[in-house]
């Protein structure tokens, strides 16, 4: 085929989100990411977080994807996981913000919540 191919790193996740405002609420306000302020104008609202050095791309475009019927646990649907100090903090934040979740089916230090536009999000902790 050709010769290998050296795939070495995730560099961003797009995610479809219908309201920019609402999503910049959860990502940047209550989870904490840091807003990419370089985000070219793209023809669409949007916006660029970092998660350590690599991004999550919040795009407010028409989803095709329908929004109810995913399954209750977001470790039995697509998801981004992503590496968190203290998932004990992170659930006292989410339960003072009413975002529901579920843990980790493995028995891993882990929980699964979704934005508020379904998007299903895993939260690893990792000293």
């Known amino acids: 085929m050709g010769g290998e191919v050296s795939i070495?790193?995730?560099l961003?996740?797009?995610?479809?989100?219908?309201?920019t405002t609402r999503a910049l609420?959860?990502?940047h306000d209550l989870l904490g990411l840091r807003l990419d302020e370089t985000r070219p104008d793209l023809g669409y609202p949007g916006a660029w977080l970092w998660v350590g050095s690599q991004q999550i791309h919040l795009m407010a475009l028409p989803?095709?994807?329908?929004?109810?019927g995913r399954p209750a646990h977001g470790g039995r649907d697509?998801?981004?996981a992503m590496a968190v100090g203290d998932i004990e903090k992170l659930r006292r934040r989410l339960d003072a913000a009413s975002v529901p979740y579920t843990l980790s089916k493995s028995g891993r230090n882990a929980l699964?919540?979704?934005d508020p536009?379904?998007?299903a999000l895993e939260f690893v902790?990792?000293?």
């Open 117 to 119: 536009d379904g998007n």
């Open 12 to 19: 961003h996740v797009g995610l479809l989100v219908t309201d």
């Open 112 to 114: 699964f919540c979704r």
């Open 63 to 68: 989803s095709p994807d329908p929004a109810s």
């Open 8 to 10: 070495t790193a995730v």
């Open 125 to 127: 902790e990792q000293a």
């Open 25 to 27: 609420s959860f990502y």
């Open 78 to 80: 697509r998801h981004v």
